[in-house]
């Protein structure tokens, strides 16, 4: 038996969790479409070179709503003197990101790196209500395989069964 007709009989037998496992991997590539589009509109709007993150950093500080004092103080210490590079590590970061979990490469840590911006996004101020199911959905990406139901980490999980980066 191929492995095709066996998926296809698997699939057939457990519709209920082919459906859950179909959802599950939409909600991936509207995930990395998310990260891809974040990439897109700083490289074309110029954040690698110029001050815009700074400026956007200043104006969550002083600008209402009032900020918690870790935020204030995230945005003072960290985030304000430390613009440009953090505009690169975002910039750069969304797009592996992106790339990555649209072919379903190194997944997991991905999704750890997708949580980790997330955070820092909320951390600067930069809460909105997307946020939380985002940060939801990094978790379950780290927890499910689902670069093994489609993506490249199953057939190197294979070649490297010893590798954390595949599993």
């Not at 956007?56 to 209402?64: G, N």
């Not at 900020?67 to 953090?86: G, R, T, V």
């Not at 505009?87 to 592996?96: C, D, K």
């Not at 909320?122 to 209500?129: E, M, Q, T, V, W």
Request: hydrophobic share 55%; glycine share 6%.
């Amino acid at each position: 038996m191929s492995y095709f007709s066996w998926k296809r009989e698997y699939m057939q037998a457990h519709p209920l969790q082919t459906a859950g496992i179909v959802f599950f991997l939409i909600g991936r590539y509207i995930f990395a479409i998310f990260f891809l589009y974040g990439f897109w509109h700083k490289l074309v709007r110029g954040w690698l070179w110029t001050d815009k993150m700074y400026g956007f950093f200043t104006e969550r500080l002083y600008s209402p709503p009032q900020l918690n004092d870790f935020q204030a103080l995230y945005l003072e210490q960290f985030a304000i003197p430390l613009a440009l590079p953090i505009a690169w590590i975002v910039t750069i970061g969304e797009l592996i990101i992106g790339v990555c979990l649209a072919l379903g490469l190194t997944a997991r840590a991905n999704a750890a790196f997708a949580l980790f911006l997330v955070l820092n996004f909320a951390a600067g101020g930069f809460y909105n209500l997307t946020l939380p199911p985002f940060m939801i959905f990094s978790v379950l990406m780290m927890l499910l395989p689902s670069s093994h139901w489609l993506g490249l980490d199953r057939q190197l999980h294979e070649r490297y069964p010893e590798s954390i980066w595949f599993k």
